[in-house]
């Protein structure tokens, strides 16, 4: 098995470019399912969740032409419209072909995801959203099986009572072909929901309310969704606030380009907390490490709040700042495996329920860790980028699932880091 060979205690310096967003790329793939034309795709990052999703489509019978960032991708030929448990048990994100081929095809069986690292990460809301369009759902060997009325879903009220990324995406593709409008109340906000909210409206089914709370759906009445333009993937706002956690822990002045400011606004303003600067530029941003870095007060939330995906990248820098830190979990109940594997590092890390103290030490040692999930993973990585010593992370899946060419682009920042295999 891969894993990675980090010496530590280098000065970084450089440019880097952002990859597009994963969690974009995923909503946007599942929306390709709404169109019976190809679609090109744009500023895909070459990461293995993405090819999952492509997978997933050619296992539906589209038809996926992919090369590094770049795919076309024809729905025309679908001829199933089951998700099979072996797909969706290798990335939950599978669950977002549920609203669009039911909205299309009427019709769909989607595997129950099952476990996950953080935490029980239920599809209870996804399921909530189609059935208020209409849909009949029933759990059977395991399946989400999914049936629209013969004349398909139709437009209505979804509320959601808890704000949810991917059900607030399932119920906007459900939306996109059903008869009349539906209004999606206390949707997420993500630049992601954007994004796909954008493509849909471009496709032909009008959303009103883009960037907020309260979306409107004019679903297009069973006819197919159509894209002339191609759909560029937006900058990656984790990746972004990932490489800037690498500039701060290794004191180091790190350029980031092709980055949208905004949707890193919160980690800039934490960093800014911790003593650090930033110069911006319309679509780059250099950051300035802090003379003294200090601690910091963290509570994910969502968007745009504190980003959750971000809580295990700033608990590295944290480990290391001249003052105790305070970080709250308020998104998934088990999102603090990477708590242990940092103590291992010789962190001071002690957690309480869904918060964590973190105390600051002189230095990390670099040692064997383990990585558990994609964050914790990144954080580790960012960790040992300032241990003394060789760190050696496993189980670097989880990192090839969400981070673009990693090793490389450290590696143009001057990072000691290799791959190596057991
Ligand atoms: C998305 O997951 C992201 N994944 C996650 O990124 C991210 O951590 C999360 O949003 C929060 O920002 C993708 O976009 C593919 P949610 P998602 O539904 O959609 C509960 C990464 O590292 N909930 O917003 O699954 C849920 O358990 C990943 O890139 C229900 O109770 O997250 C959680 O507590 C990991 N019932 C909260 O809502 C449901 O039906 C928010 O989850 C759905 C969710």
Redesign the pocket.
């Known amino acids: 098995m891969d894993y990675l060979e980090i010496e530590g205690g280098h000065k970084l310096k450089g440019n880097v470019v952002i990859s597009g967003a ?2 974009s790329a ?2 946007v793939i599942g929306a390709t399912i709404l169109s019976d034309k190809k679609i090109v795709l744009k500023n895909l990052p070459n990461v293995v969740d993405i090819r999952t999703m492509l997978k997933l489509l050619t296992m539906l019978g589209a038809k996926v032409e992919h090369n590094d960032t770049e795919a076309i991708v024809d729905c025309s030929t679908i001829n199933s419209t089951k998700a099979v448990y072996e797909i969706v048990a290798q990335m ?2 599978s669950i ?1 072909v549920l609203g669009p081929l039911l909205s299309r095809f009427k019709e769909c069986s989607v595997s129950l995801p099952g476990g996950c690292a ?11 959203a189609v059935e208020a369009l209409g849909a009949n759902v029933e759990l059977k060997e395991g399946y989400v099986v999914a049936t629209a009325p013969s004349s398909g879903l139709n437009g209505n009220k979804i509320i959601f009572d ?6 607030t ?1 399932n119920a906007l593709m459900a939306a996109a072909m059903a008869n009349g409008v539906t209004e999606i109340i206390n949707a ?1 906000k ?1 630049p ?1 929901i954007t994004q796909l909210a954008q493509m849909i409206d471009m496709g032909g089914a009008k959303v009103e309310g883009i960037g907020t709370s309260r979306l409107t759906v004019h679903g297009t009445n069973g006819k197919a969704l159509e894209f002339k333009e191609p759909i560029e993937i937006i900058p990656d706002r ?1 990746e972004a606030g990932t490489y800037l956690c690498v500039g701060a822990i290794t004191n180091s002045e790190i350029t980031l380009d092709r980055v949208n400011i905004e949707h890193i606004q919160t980690s800039i303003n934490k960093l800014e907390e911790m003593g650090c600067s930033f110069e911006l530029a319309e679509n780059s941003i250099t950051f300035k490490p802090a003379s003294n870095l200090k601690g910091v007060n963290i509570v994910t939330t ?2 745009p709040g504190f ?3 971000m809580q295990a990248q700033f608990m590295a820098v944290a480990t290391i700042a001249s003052s105790e830190s305070l970080i709250e979990e308020r ?3 088990n999102r603090f495996m990477h708590v242990s594997e940092l103590n291992r590092l010789g962190s001071d890390i002690w957690l309480k329920g869904n918060t964590a103290a973190v105390r600051p030490v002189k230095e990390l040692n670099g040692a064997t860790v383990m990585a558990t ?3 914790a993973s990144s954080a580790l990585v960012i960790a040992a980028l300032a241990a003394k010593g060789t760190t050696k992370i496993k189980r670097i899946y989880h990192l090839d699932r ?1 981070y673009d060419r990693l090793e490389d682009k450290l590696s143009k920042l001057g990072a000691k880091i290799v791959r190596k295999r057991d």
Request: proline share 5%; aromatic share 4%.
């Open positions: 994963k969690n995923l909503a939950r994100a977002l953080i935490g029980q990460r239920p599809i209870d809301l996804h399921i909530k808890k704000i949810t990324v991917g059900g995406e997420a993500e992601e984790i969502e968007y980003p959750t995906d998104l998934f109940e999930d994609l964050r969400g």
